[in-house]
């Protein structure tokens, strides 16, 4: 793949809809090898591939920072998980698998329950969905556990008064983050990655014709 030619909204697509169940990498091969790139479409399409491939590292990273930066405050620490879970539910696989879990939970507890939060079932015409098949969690859209998530954790923000110190965090998670996209050199394996998940989609979209 030629990340030059991929823009940032293709990027947050394919982050949006990529499975990030995935094990992160080894920290051997994320301190592996360091370069300079040698021009701005170098750094452009180096920073997109591994933002893609490493894109767990970076998650792990940006959560161990927010931890540190909240060891001593517990409210800040539940609205730092609640504000990572409404952003990873909008990953189209993490939801599907965050939504099962839960239902598999529920049903041990009560069947007639787990039967309501079976999600509605999407038209078909002449064996195609009608639309764009929807994110449901729990049998309700996705948006609504995004609002709810959201604003708990905007509340025990303003109550932990710790919203400065999450914007320093996340601020030093990210600039960490983009130095390590911008110098890691991209290895062979990020690249047959790459082509492997190219194929999944390929697969996955023709499958579903």
Known sequence: MDWGNVTAEDLIDALREVDWSSPPRPLSEFFSK??????????????KCNLYYYR????????FVLGLAFLRR???????????????????????????????????????LAAKMRPPLT???????????AIFICGRP???????????????WFVSCGLLTVLWALAFGLLATLLHASFRTPN??????????EFRAVWRNYSEL
């Open 34 to 47: 360091f370069t300079v790139p040698r021009s701005s479409s170098k750094w452009n399409s180096r920073l």
């Open 56 to 63: 767990t590292n970076y998650f792990l990273l940006i959560i």
């Open 74 to 112: 517990p409210l800040a620490i539940v609205a730092a998980l609640l504000t990572a879970l409404s952003i990873a539910i909008l990953n189209d696989s993490f939801a599907g698998t965050f939504s099962e879990k839960v239902s598999r939970t529920v049903r041990q507890f009560s069947p007639h």
């Open 123 to 133: 038209p078909v015409i002449r064996g195609r969905p009608s639309a764009k098949r």
């Open 142 to 156: 996705r948006w609504v556990f995004v609002f709810i998530f959201s604003s708990v954790s905007f509340f025990l």
């Open 188 to 197: 062979l394996k990020a690249r047959l990655n790459t082509f492997r998940e």
